[in-house]
């Protein structure tokens, strides 16, 4: 069973990065393809990007490049994302998931608990 | 970029009731590809159907998906309390790779 482990809650300025972590427990980093999603307060799901072992690449939503970087720590089984230049629209819940792809099928079945991003100045 | 418009935005019902929920793609999507998920108040979501219409591992037989196409439907036979949250529709594609619909809220009549 996967079970993942997000960081603590961030308050940052304007203009400011985060680092959001991920621990993976139950199988190792290198097994999974993780994948970050956000959801703004009342808002829907929105996905950011994430490793997509086709291409052997960190993957992200158009929106969100050269803002935000995808990285993994395999000696810790520790997955990173970090936004940078945040801004107000920024303060949201991130979560980290797994991507499961078979040969006919694609969707996250394991999701960490959130980190809530608070963007403020 | 494939768009997933999700109906009714708020469905009321009562415990014991069908619930019908729909999912509109802007173009065909491969049935192989599409997902719903539930997610809680304060929770992550959790994930319900795969390949349109397969339950995921400890999803109660109530909760059936259906569909191709362009349209997608998840249905819940017999409504308890524990159902009512919100339901997102997924698709899996070349960019971006994961889309996701807006949201349909379950709420109890």
Same mark, same amino acid.
């Given at each position: 069973q996967v079970q993942l482990v997000q960081s603590g809650a961030e308050v940052k300025k304007p203009g400011a990065s985060v680092k959001v972590s991920c621990k993976v427990s139950g199988y190792t980093l290198t097994e999974l393809s993780m994948h970050w999603v956000r959801q703004a307060p009342g808002k829907g799901l929105e996905?950011?990007?994430?490793f997509d072992p086709? =291409?052997?690449e960190t993957i992200y939503a158009q929106k969100f490049q050269g803002r935000v970087t995808m990285t993994e720590d395999t000696s810790t089984d520790t997955a990173y994302m970090e936004l940078s230049s945040l801004?107000?629209? =920024?303060?949201?819940?991130y979560y980290c998931a797994t991507s499961y792809c078979s040969s006919t099928s694609c969707y996250h079945d394991y999701w960490g608990q959130g980190t809530l991003v608070t963007v403020s100045s | 970029?494939?768009?997933?418009?999700?109906?009714?935005?708020t469905l009321s019902l009562s415990p014991g009731e069908r619930a019908t929920l729909?999912?509109?793609a802007s173009q065909s999507v491969s049935s192989s590809y599409l997902a719903w998920y539930q997610q809680k108040p304060g929770l992550a979501p959790r994930l319900l159907i795969y390949d349109a219409s397969s339950r995921a591992t400890g999803i109660p037989d109530r909760?059936?998906?259906?569909?191709s196409g362009t349209d997608f439907t998840l249905t819940i036979s017999r409504l308890e309390p524990e159902d009512f949250a919100v339901y997102y529709c997924q698709q899996y594609g070349s960019s971006p790779r994961y889309t996701f619909g807006q949201g349909t809220k379950l709420e109890i009549k």
């Open positions: 996905w950011m990007g994430g086709e =291409d052997g801004r107000s629209e =920024d303060t949201a819940v | 970029e494939i768009v997933l418009t999700q109906s009714p935005a729909s999912c509109g909760f059936s998906g259906s569909g």
